[in-house]
């Protein structure tokens, strides 16, 4: 008997994967900015729908779709005049991308060339 109830325990996540499979995968991020000096700054993304503490929720769900959830391929802002200040950002995300894990570190040499490269997503 046991054995058949463990048995069930271990199926039922099978069986609710099938079912849900209709549903679009979840999307749940947690993005963070540590600026030397300022400290950490960080937000919740959702999508699909765009929800979530940030501020540009939806059009940074757009950019995200844009680069096919590749944070390396983020589509940025128009090209614009960003000092040679040099005062390092480091722009984090992680959790999932439709079902998928991401996780992205990457440092820029301040935030305007972080918010050229990255657009609206690193933008809180």
């Not at 030397?36 to 999508?47: A, D, I, M, Q």
């Not at 999932?96 to 809180?124: A, D, H, I, K, L």
């Amino acid at each position: 008997m046991a054995s058949l109830f463990a048995s069930g325990l271990l199926a039922a996540p099978l069986i609710a994967t099938g079912t849900a499979s209709a549903a679009p995968p979840e999307t749940d991020l947690v993005l963070a900015v540590h600026e030397e000096g300022t400290g950490v700054e960080s937000t919740r993304l959702t999508c699909d729908p765009a929800a979530g503490e940030h501020r540009l929720a939806r059009a940074a769900c757009g950019e995200i779709e844009a680069a096919g959830g590749d944070f390396t391929r983020l589509p940025g802002t128009d090209p614009q005049v960003c000092t040679f200040d040099y005062r390092p950002v480091t722009a984090v995300a992680f959790g999932s991308w439709r079902g998928e894990p991401v996780r992205y570190v990457q440092e820029f040499p301040n935030r305007c060339v972080m918010e050229q490269e990255t657009g609206t997503v690193f933008s809180f």
